[in-house]
């Protein structure tokens, strides 16, 4: 079947812009994550949604930075007056169940470039 | 000091090598383990989870020591295709949302 999907899959942004981050999650997921991966780390959480309820949103950096799920399905991460600082890989993931103790299932990420 | 840290590496073993990875992690609370794999410039995958009694996956082990607070992975035989990026993942209280990686642990199989 399908898996998460992620769009665009490349962005270039000049400093300053607003970009939004689209992700498809496996169709009947319960939870849905976004990480944002620096070169040479790991995933770094961002936030977490059940559903459409964000139940954790510690791990965004700034006020810059907003997610949603209003249907409890695609999930879109926005950040507000990009900096260089926001270069980076950033994954979606999904879940059957609810909470991070269950396989997550990740998109191939959205590779953000700031100018 | 990072919740979750692993020795990034790289480790150089030669086909047929026995190699094992080690983590550590900082919270006493933490409840759900796993090792994920993630190749060049692609998503991480599942490999396995972590049980404190210990698991076996074919050529891979996993262990976990709650009182010394590290995972272990162990690879058996390595194989051209087990070189990746190995991260290390510890998550909280049961059905919280939070996941803490690790900054992966790079092997590099060769012929």
């Known amino acids: 079947g399908a898996g998460v999907s992620q769009s665009p899959r490349y962005k270039v942004a000049k400093r300053g812009q607003d970009v939004a981050l689209r992700c498809d999650p496996i169709s009947g997921h319960v939870s849905l994550f976004w990480y944002q991966q620096a070169l040479g780390q790991g995933p770094e959480f961002l936030t977490y949604?059940?559903?459409?309820?964000?139940?954790?949103k510690s791990g965004l950096p700034s006020d810059r930075f907003f997610a949603e799920r209003p249907e409890g399905s695609v999930s879109t991460l926005k950040i507000q007056r990009t900096q260089q600082e926001d270069s980076a890989v950033y994954l979606c993931a999904s879940s059957l169940f609810q909470g991070s103790s269950y396989e997550q299932y990740f998109g191939p990420g959205t590779r953000l470039t700031v100018t | 000091r990072k919740e979750v840290e692993q020795d990034p590496g790289p480790f150089n073993v030669p086909e047929g090598a026995t190699v094992a990875f080690n983590c550590t992690y900082s919270?006493?609370?933490?409840?759900?383990f796993f090792w994920y794999r993630q190749d060049c410039r692609k998503e991480p995958k599942l490999l396995m989870s972590?049980?404190?009694s210990g698991n076996e996956d074919g050529r891979f082990t996993a262990q976990l020591n709650r009182a010394s607070q590290y995972i272990s992975l162990l690879i058996r035989d390595s194989k051209l295709s087990d070189s990746a990026t190995y991260l290390c993942?510890?998550?909280?209280?049961?059905?919280?949302?939070?996941?803490?990686f690790g900054d992966g642990t790079t092997l590099t199989v060769k012929p």
């Open positions: 993942v510890v998550n909280g209280r049961t059905n919280a949302g939070k996941s803490t």
């Open positions: 919270n006493s609370a933490s409840q759900s």
């Open positions: 972590v049980y404190s």
């Open positions: 949604f059940q559903n459409e309820a964000q139940l954790d």
